[in-house]
């Protein structure tokens, strides 16, 4: 069974930086889709990049051009480098793993997700 640890949330005021990171254990990174999400106060769930195995990243709208996912297979570590921050980033942000990948394209809808991380809070001010 896949475990996810995230660290690094915090606070910071708009257009600063904050990087999350996600450790994972009990298997290998390169075995499952993986994704960073969020969660809003009061909203639903929703998506921020996924990772493909073969290192393929897809990030959705709201953060492309000022949030980069990146992963350390060395020390099984998904990292997200957050710039630009606005107070809409302000949520919950997870880190997720799918079922082990057998190919095709890796869903962008949380609950196909079915292992998830803590949690780490970002709260960003105006």
Known sequence: VVQLVES?????????????SCEVSGSSLNSYCM?????PPQQDREGVAIIY???????????R????????????????EM???????????YCA????????NCPHVWFEYGNWGQGTQV???S
């Open 97 to 104: 793993a799918g079922t082990p990948y057998s190919g095709g």
């Open 35 to 39: 994704g960073w999400f969020r969660m």
């Open 123 to 125: 709260t960003v001010s």
């Open 53 to 63: 195995p073969r290192g393929t990243i897809y990030y959705f709208d709201s953060v």
């Open 8 to 20: 690094g949330g915090g606070s910071v005021q708009a257009g600063g930086s904050l990087r999350l």
């Open 83 to 93: 710039n630009s921050l606005k107070p809409e980033d302000t949520a919950i942000y």
């Open 65 to 80: 051009g000022r949030f980069t996912l990146s992963q350390d297979n060395a020390n099984s570590t998904l990292a997200l």
